[in-house]
C-alpha cells in the first residue's frame, strides 16, 4: 500500500489517496520516507500537486512539519519550485516557515535565493520574523545580493527592512551594501526617507 501512496502521490491521484485511507485511515501517519527520503506529501508538493496536497493537510494538518531525509518540511520543497498555491495550503501550519533544513535555511530562505517573489511575500505576510532568521551567519539580504536576487532584496527592504536588518553583518563582517558595491556589474543608489519610521530603500539597477 505504501508504493501506491508514493504512486498516487508523483501522479497527484486524489482519488487513489481516498481509496488508501479507506482501506488503512492510518497510512499517512504509519508511511516511512522512500528510497529518496521524501514523504507523500513531499513529492506532491515538488510536483506542484494542489489537490493532493490539500486533502492531505485538510485530512492531517500535523503532516506540514513533517522533515525528509534533508530536514526539509513540504515547505521548503514548495517554496524553491514557486508554487504559491501548494504554499498557502502548507501555511495551515504557519510555523513550518520557520523550520530549518540541514544547511540552516528556513522555507523565506529558500524561496529567496531562487527568487519566487510572491512566495517570498506570502510566507513573510504569514510569519515575519522567519525572514530576520540567520543562514550560516548570512541574513536573508546577503542570500539575495550573492544569488542576484535584486526584485526580492527590495520587496523585503520595503517589508521588513528597519535599520538593524539592513546594516546586519555577515560572517566576513559585511552588509549587504559592502557586497553590492564589490559588485562591478551592480549599481547602487541609496535614498533615506524619514516617516513615523524611519527605513532605508535601495533603488538597484544593472549596468549593461
Known sequence: MENDLFEAARDGNVNILLKLLQENPLILDTVTLDRLGNTPLHIASMRGHVDFVKKIITLKPHLAMDRDAQKRVPLHITSAKGHTEIVKQLL???????????????????????????????????????????????????????????????LLIETVGDHEFVNAKDADGNTILQLVVADKQTEVMVSRFTTRKQYIFLQISHIK
Open 92 to 154: 495551515a501550519n504557519p510555523e513550518a516557515c520557520l523550520v530549518d533544513d540541514r544547511n540552516g535555511e528556513n522555507p523565506v530562505h529558500i524561496a529567496a535565493i531562487n527568487g519566487h517573489h510572491e512566495v517570498v511575500k506570502v510566507l513573510v505576510q504569514t510569519r515575519p520574523n522567519a525572514a530576520r532568521a540567520m543562514a550560516q551567519q548570512e541574513t536573508i539580504l546577503h542570500l539575495c545580493v550573492k544569488h542576484n536576487q535584486l526584485e526580492v532584496l527590495k
